[in-house]
């Protein structure tokens, strides 16, 4: 490490997390995706003039609900739309696709609440228990 008198290295946590939880796998990452956006926003649309067929692939089941949350940002970030339902949902071991539907983001109407940058898999489980799952995604902010 260098040793330069205008900077100091100091630890800092930025980052919040979610429980979720779901009936299904599936519903799992549309509670996931619902909740990010809540946290994302003030307010969204309720209305959906566009519509996506998004598709995330992964080595493991679990990868698949972080790399949704991931793509979702990133569409945010390049195109500002967000998604507020989902319907046609796919889910196998190793892809997950649906049909997104949703509105581009107008920010002087939908106060951005937080900015989210990335989900990720820091403290990150999925378990199943008697009534269906519970995710634990942790978001660096």
Not at 2 to 30: K, L
Not at 53 to 60: F, L, S
Not at 75 to 89: A, H, N, P
Not at 114 to 131: C, L, N, P, R, V
Request: one cysteine or more; aromatic letters at 10%; hydrophobic letters at 45%.
């Amino acid at each position: 490490m260098g040793s330069h008198s205008f900077y100091t290295v100091f630890e800092h946590t930025a980052d919040v997390g979610i429980e979720v939880t779901a009936g299904s796998r599936e519903e799992m990452f549309e509670h996931a995706a619902l909740a990010m956006i809540d946290l994302m926003f003030e307010s969204v649309p309720d209305g959906a003039t566009e519509t996506r067929i998004v598709m995330v692939v992964g080595e493991k089941p679990d990868e698949l609900l972080i790399a949704w949350l991931n793509e979702l940002i990133y569409i945010y970030c390049v195109e500002r739309l967000v998604f507020t339902s989902f319907s046609e949902v796919k889910l196998t071991e190793s892809m997950f696709m649906v049909r997104a539907h949703g509105e581009r983001i107008d920010l002087d109407k939908h106060a951005m609440e937080m900015e989210i940058k990335a989900a990720t898999y820091h403290g990150f489980s999925i378990e199943a228990d008697g009534d269906g799952f519970k995710a634990r995604i942790i978001f660096d902010v």
